[in-house]
């Protein structure tokens, strides 16, 4: 398990948040690595608020989407590419 720190700024952009204000109350994101990202969102889409659909993220070597708790807290999903 371990713990990375990133920039605000840059997951709203990554995620495509168009407007800041309504993300600005999120503190956390949380990121879980799963074995196949497809699947899960197949699992997750018709259960929860989807943000992303799976996506390859290239420069990050992964394939992920996003989704919101009911706490309004990010979750990602990815697998490695």
Not at 6 to 26: G, Q, S
Not at 44 to 51: C, E, L, Q, R
């Amino acid at each position: 398990m371990g713990r990375s720190l990133f920039i605000k700024e840059h997951i709203i952009k990554a995620l495509n948040f168009n407007d800041k204000t309504e993300y600005k109350n999120h503190k956390q994101v949380i990121v879980v690595e799963v074995d196949d990202v497809d699947q899960t969102y197949e699992d997750f889409k018709s259960k929860t608020n989807v943000i992303t659909e799976p996506t390859n993220r290239d420069i990050w070597g992964i394939r992920c989407f996003h989704i919101l708790d009911p706490e309004s807290n990010v979750i990602e999903f990815y697998n490695a590419l």
